[in-house]
């Protein structure tokens, strides 16, 4: 039965073929146009470091004037100051571990002038960074707990500037400059599928960090600060002077700019943790710091990043246009299909007069539908996949060519869950607006069309 | 007229005549977001640069290395890029056109409440002016001997400046600015204008306030460790790109520096209008395309609406209608149809804009925009009937007496 009904869908989608092209061109089109802008956002949002995501917190403490405004973004809120984030290491915690990260822009060089001059954007933070969140190593480690307590002069490159450095080869103990500073290599990262710097909440997809130096380190050597300085007001007018020259005066201020991570291991540690990091707070204020109320965040990663979606999601049109555009072309479709249905209603009349049963024709013209659908989910793919290229391919002109197609690469991928889906919508929407006219050409009258021929 | 027995055909198909409206009012309104966006994303595109920007290269560098004497290192720069074959003039500045940074403010007082004016500071020596080719609109250029050339951490302030030609018209609107002071802060002392000079681009960052003009030049040159000394140098026609290499050579002469790049102020501009000019163009081919699905679709529907009244086409052809009656025929009902989504495009036209208003935080529709797009889709809508409407009127009305 149903390889006859197969045979009387395919004879009957090749009858009027334009009228079949159109409809199939209309469903891909819209399709295409739908999985490339979802692929985007999927890709956009997906989880980093999605096995660790409930097991890593980031830590923040409202230190602002009274006068500040209240708290609606939570993913804004400020950072903590560095001698806190210290402070709040050095303390009996329900941690396991803890990471700070600030940003920082280093030119990388040799003495002897033989390789140009790189600048490398550059993660300051401690030998727990390269456990807590899962790094590869393709040459040696990261540097050991001894060297964030002396400020050892040690780097770890990754795979990328270990290539312009070292043209790729096993780097591990030899000498490279930053700035001005000798420092050793200690370690060279493999590819790191990241997916998105979260680490310091750029959430950037094709930028990686190039570099990774020892807060004590960039701290003694007074490494430029490359961040957004939020300070209490009698520390506000010295910002400037903050970020480059004075980084005694700045550890000793009322600056946040260091992003604090902690590794807890379980739920209630992170209840223990909220107390723990009230307490700390309490002290401080007893000595006369933290103006504002108590407004503490213990927030896992995963609730970071689901924020930051939130907050960054709205931006582009397209989410909005894509679906809008997708509802034309199935409206199209309907048309074009109740059109095509309409001229058979010689035929129609004429089966149900010879005998054949309402849910017989509605398994064939549903068939033929779902053909229609399926056609056009594989066209869908085909749109969408080149609309994702050209995607990728604008996103690279706009960024003057700073990025390259390979670290993008990743943000624009198709991969089998949003093929599914493709096809999960175009053969469900198929059906849905095909209803009515199938509703309609197996309600005609046996034989009501014959009188007139 | 034609009206009632358009309505009762309507009645009959109503299933169709309900999906050519809803096609209709989904178009309308992608169509019209569409449009109204990448009206409002390519405002203060590509606007006059002011400058010859194919002739002029921007160099951008930075000394990592506290060792290097930079007021030396500034003046042996010059010396080496004017060596260069085909440079004309070479300026140290901060800021580049087209790519200045966060804007600063300007007071025309000092109190307090004083409001400030948005600018970008252009700081440069007396052969900025020149090799931008920036000319005098009213004033006098600033001499050598008042150009400032200090370490960055010395405070003092340029006793002198120059406006832009916009710039001076939002301090003093139609008044002579020359003579007037100007507070480059609310702290330091004030300022003397000595000139007008004309306009030029100053960044996106003010572009996007519609002050894509307003900048002020101080006459003055600094330096400091891991700031950046930049050059702009103009160059003879057409030599930019093949002096590159020989510049970027003759800057790491002195070691311990860095160069982020080279290049002429043209790519400079195109980095600043792209983002937005492609994100406007996608735009605007996904809401071609959309208009071409929709005009295909209507003209299919109409052509199977034809082929089922075609009795009823040459009864009217028999009876004396002529052949434009039956083409107007079918464009009046198409054009009551979209009529009709035109309508309800428009309430949810503005319904998403609401929506869409509220997530972003600015409104972007604009009526007038709105209503050409109303009257395109109309258009587009009466074409892709008249194709199939015009065959249909060449039916014959002797159609009518076969089968009767």
Known sequence: MISYNLQLALRSLKQRVQLTILMVLAISIGIGLLITVQTMAYQNEKMPLAHKADSIYFIQADNRDLGADPIVRQPRMIYLTHRDAKNLMAGDTPATAHTTVWKTDIILNSLDQNIRPVQSRTAVTNHSFFSMFDVPFLYGSAWDKESDNNGAPVIVLTKESNELLFGGENSVGKQVRVNELSVTVVGVLNDWDLGRRFYDESYSTARHDMAFISDTFAINNSIMRNERLNCLPQDSAKRGFYRTNDVQGLINSECSFVRLWAQIDSTSKAADYEGYLEQYILTQKDLGRFPREMNNYVTSLYTMVTLANELRGGRNPLKYIAPLFFFVCLLNAIGLLLAKFMRKSNEVSLRRALGASKGTLMGQYLLEVMIIGFMGGILGCVFAYLGLQGMMRVNVYQSDYSVTVDSLRHAFAMDWIMIGKAFCIAIGSTIVVGLYPIWRIINIAPASQLKSQ | ?404
């Not at chain 2, 000092?110 to 948005?118: F, K, L, M, Q, V």
């Not at chain 2, 198409?334 to 998403?352: D, K």
């Open chain 2, 1 to 404: 007229m034609e009206i009632r027995p358009i309505l009762l055909s309507m009645k009959r198909n109503k299933f169709l005549s309900m999906v050519i409206s809803l096609q209709v009012m989904m178009t309308l309104t992608v169509l019209s977001i569409a449009v109204s966006i990448t009206a409002a994303t390519l405002s203060q595109w590509n606007m006059p640069s002011g400058i010859d920007h194919d002739n002029i290269i921007s160099v951008r560098t930075q000394f990592f290395d506290p060792q290097v004497n930079l007021e030396n290192a500034i003046v042996d720069d010059i010396n080496r890029l004017k060596k260069i074959a085909g440079v004309i003039n070479v300026a140290p500045n901060k800021e580049i056109p087209f790519d200045a940074g966060r804007p600063s403010r300007v007071y025309l007082e000092a109190d307090e409440e004083a409001a400030g004016h948005h600018t970008n500071f252009f700081e440069m020596d007396t052969n900025g002016p020149k090799v931008l080719g920036l000319t005098l609109v009213a004033g006098r250029f600033y001499r050598e001997n008042e150009v400032l050339r200090s370490h960055d951490d010395d405070k003092t302030s340029v006793s002198v400046v120059m406006l832009s030609e916009d710039m001076a018209k939002e301090l003093f609107g139609e008044k002579s600015p020359i003579g007037q002071t100007l507070y480059l802060s609310k702290s330091s002392e004030p300022a003397q204008i000595i000139g007008v000079y004309s306009n030029f681009m100053n960044g996106e960052s003010l572009n996007g306030r519609g002050k894509s003009y307003h900048s002020v030049i101080k006459p003055q040159v600094t330096w400091s460790s891991g700031n950046n000394p930049n050059y702009l140098i103009s160059v003879d026609e057409g030599t930019g790109p093949s002096s590159f290499n020989a510049i970027k050579a003759a800057l790491y002469k002195t070691p311990g520096r860095y160069i982020y790049g080279v290049e002429l102020l043209k790519r400079t501009q195109k980095r600043m209008y792209d983002g937005r000019g492609s994100s406007g163009a996608i735009l605007l081919v996904v809401s071609l395309i959309l208009v071409l699905i929709a005009g295909f679709g209507m003209a299919g529907l109409v052509s199977f609406l034809i082929t089922q009244r075609q009795k009823q086409i040459g009864i009217r052809r028999a009876l004396g209608g002529t052949k434009w009656s039956v083409v107007r025929y079918f464009i009046l009902e198409n054009s009551i149809l979209t009529v009709f989504g035109i309508l309800a495009g428009l309430a949810l036209t503005f319904t998403m804009a609401l929506i869409m208003a509220q997530e972003s935080g600015q409104s972007f529709l604009q009526m007038d925009l709105v209503l050409y797009c109303s009257l395109f889709i109309w258009a587009v809508n009466t074409f892709a009937v008249w194709l199939p409407a015009r065959r249909a009127a060449r039916v014959s009305p002797a159609i009518v007496t076969r089968g009767l």
